[in-house]
């Protein structure tokens, strides 16, 4: 059974930073492009920051520059999150998308003011 599984959420103030880890059980792991994506309640969700298997990255607009995906053989995706602002605040999910698309469950960050 394929789980992704996040972790490193939680609360910081504005200007201080996170890292983000998500643990994928994909055996086939390295042909998956993984993604970060966030949701605030009331709104739709958005694509943060993706990695393809070849390590070509994308980020949205609003966190380019303060936010680094990456992905290693150990099967983790990570996010170094940096510079963080309020309005960063939201449910964080960690995907794969392939042959199949897969979603973890979740984690929360907290950005205060």
């Known amino acids: 059974q394929v789980q992704l599984v996040e972790s490193g959420g939680g609360l910081v103030q504005a200007g201080g930073s996170l890292r983000l880890s998500c643990a994928a059980s994909?055996?086939?792991?390295?042909?998956?492009?993984m993604a970060w994506y966030r949701q605030v309640p009331g709104k739709q969700r958005e694509l943060v920051a993706e990695i393809t298997r070849t390590g070509i990255t994308n980020y949205a607009d609003s966190v380019e520059g303060r936010f680094t995906i990456s992905r290693d053989n150990a099967k983790t995706l990570s996010l170094q999150m940096n510079s963080l602002k309020p309005e960063d605040t939201a449910v964080y999910y960690c995907s794969a998308h392939g042959p199949r698309d897969y979603w973890g469950q979740g984690t929360q960050v907290t950005v205060s003011s």
């Open positions: 994909i055996v086939t792991f390295s042909i998956y492009k």
